[in-house]
C-alpha cells in the first residue's frame, strides 16, 4: 500500500526537493505552501509530465485551524498519515536589541508552534496504527548559534529539543522522530548573501562547497526507509561545523 506524506513548507528550495525525491517514490504527497501558490502549482504541473501526481494545499502552519483542515483533508482523501516533514520556516537577520516584540512572536509561531501543531494533528493518526515518520527541518544555527539570528537560532535549538522529547515519547508506538539541521543550502533564504560572503562561507567549509536542496532530500529518503534511527539530530553542514 502507498504511503502518504504531508510536507509543509512544499512549493520551493528544501521543501520542492523533497517533495520531488518521495513523489518518485511512489509516496502519496500533501505539498503544503501558503504565500508561494504559483510555485506550487508549477511544481504540481512539471511533476504530471513525468505521470506523478501530487496535491497542492495552501494553509498558513502557524495557525491550527488551518492545519487541521490540510490533515483532515488527507485522511478524508487517503485515510491515514504516514510521514510528516516539518519543513516551513522563515528567517530573520536582526541584531537582538533590535527584535521587537512582533518580530519574536512571528519567527516563534511559524518555526517552532507551527512544528507542536502539526505534528499534534498528525500524531493521533500515527498512534492509532502503531506506525509513522516524523521529520523536521532545523539548522546548523540551532546547534551553533547564530550572530544576528537570536530569534531564528532559538526557534530551531526548540525544534531538537522537541525532535528527541518526541523521540522518546512515541518511540513505544514506532513513531520516529528526527531532526536535519542543515548547513548553507543555495536556496531563496539565502540568497541576501553576496558573492563574497558566499565564497567566505565556502573557504570555512571543509568541503569547500555550500550544499544543494537535494542534499538535505537524499537524507529524508534514506530516513523515511530506516527502521532503527530515532531521537537524531543530523546536521548536513560539508563539516561547516565538526
Known amino acids: 500500500m502507498e504511503r502518504v506524506a504531508i510536507v509543509t513548507g512544499g512549493s520551493r528550495g528544501i521543501g520542492r526537493a523533497i517533495v520531488e525525491d518521495l513523489a518518485r517514490k511512489n509516496i502519496k504527497i500533501i505539498a503544503n505552501y501558503n504565500q508561494s501558490e504559483e510555485k506550487a502549482r508549477k511544481l504540481k504541473e512539471e511533476l504530471e509530465k513525468e505521470n506523478i501526481s ?3 494545499f495552501k494553509a498558513d502552519v502557524s495557525k491550527r485551524e488551518q492545519v487541521k ?8 482523501k487517503y485515510g491515514k498519515i504516514d510521514i510528516l516533514i516539518n519543513n516551513a520556516g522563515i528567517d530573520q537577520e536582526k541584531m537582538f536589541q533590535d527584535i521587537t516584540d512582533e518580530d519574536w512572536d512571528k519567527i516563534v509561531k ?9 505534528t499534534q494533528e498528525v500524531i493521533k ?5 502503531k506506525d509513522g515518520c516524523i521529520i523536521n527541518i532545523s539548522s546548523i544555527y540551532g546547534i551553533s548559534g547564530g550572530s544576528c539570528a537570536v530569534a531564528y ?3 530551531k535549538a526548540g525544534i531538537d529539543g522537541m525532535t528527541k522529547s518526541l523521540a522518546k515519547e512515541l518511540g513505544p508506538s514506532n513513531i520516529r522522530v528526527n531532526s536535519i539541521a542543515p548547513g548553507y543550502i543555495n536556496t531563496d533564504m539565502n540568497k541576501r ?8 562561507i565556502k573557504e570555512e567549509t571543509p568541503l569547500v562547497k555550500i550544499g544543494k536542496p537535494e542534499d538535505i532530500a537524499k537524507c529524508i ?3 523515511v526507509d530506516d527502521n532503527f534511527t530515532t531521537g537524531q539530530v543530523i546536521s548536513i553542514n560539508g563539516g561547516w561545523e565538526i
Open 221 to 223: 529518503e534514506w530516513l
Open 69 to 76: 483542515a490540510m490533515v483532515d483533508y488527507t485522511i478524508k
Open 125 to 129: 493518526y500515527m498512534l492509532n496504527k
Open 153 to 155: 537560532s532559538a526557534t
Open 110 to 118: 511559524v518555526n517552532l508552534y507551527s512544528v507542536f501543531c502539526t
Open 54 to 56: 501530487i496535491d497542492i
Open 193 to 200: 548573501y553576496s558573492k563574497e560572503e558566499i565564497e567566505q
